[in-house]
């Protein structure tokens, strides 16, 4: 089992850049495919990108493709969420989810991540 702590938000003009950390309790954390999604005032939770356990695989919605990177240090059981070219409608609140699995396969799906954090405001003025 797993507790994560997201840290990082803050408020930033447009084009502007945030790096997001996902710090994590527990010794297994570098076995967890782990998951960044986000949520705005009124809207669903959607899902942000994923990485797998080994840092090996990623997988991006296509409304931050090109524009965030995600990565992981597993010595220091931590997960990063790079967003550059930051724009007024990625603010949200910001929060990381993590599960067991030895599989590149990453899912975009909130029901498949059991463990999630308190998350991280990310506001971007115009």
């Known amino acids: 089992q797993v507790q994560l702590v997201e840290s990082g938000g803050g408020l930033v003009q447009a084009g502007g850049s945030l790096r997001l950390s996902c710090a994590a309790s527990g010794r297994t954390f570098s076995t967890y495919a782990v998951a960044w999604f986000r949520q705005a005032p009124g809207k669903e939770r959607e899902f942000v990108a994923a990485?797998?356990?080994?840092?090996?695989?990623?997988y991006y919605a296509d409304s931050v493709k090109g524009r965030f990177t995600i990565s992981r240090d597993n010595a220091k059981n931590t997960v990063y969420l790079q967003m550059n070219s930051l724009k007024p409608e990625d603010t949200a609140v910001y929060l990381c989810a993590a599960d067991p699995s030895y599989s590149a396969y990453l899912s975009n799906r909130r029901d498949a991540y059991n463990y999630w954090g308190q998350g991280t405001q990310a506001t971007v003025s115009s």
């Open positions: 990485i797998s356990w080994s840092g090996g695989s990623t």
